[in-house]
């Protein structure tokens, strides 16, 4: 059972362990407090990984691209984040952008919720190219 901030609770369509990246086009990630839990969540880096390498679409918003940092992902790439967390990111092998949307080949950032409809438009973009 997954819980959000406010206490409502829900009952995931899929594990975290059962996730496979030859069944989706991409995954995202959203943030909120509950995303520095998965910072350091080593399941949860391979998973994006194995999206990563199979050149499929690796998104995250507002806290969540501290996951992607942390994973690896971000590495020679240029990202941005929410503004509190953006320590995470200013590292000499990523390139931080204060933005509130950066697109890195396959890898999306968004910098909060603000930025979230432009954040899903640019997905949406990504996942039309692809389909073509």
Known sequence: MCEGTSG???KP???LENINANNFSGIVLIGGNGAKDYKNNSKLHKILNDFNKS???VAAICVAPVIL???GLLNGKSATCFPEVKQDLIKPDIDYK???VVA???IITANGPKASFEFAETILLLLNKRTR
């Open 55 to 57: 050149n499929k679409i």
């Open 13 to 15: 369509d899929l594990r």
């Open 69 to 71: 940092a942390a994973a």
């Open 8 to 10: 409502k609770k829900f």
């Open 98 to 100: 204060d933005l509130p």
């Open 104 to 106: 890195a080949k396959n």
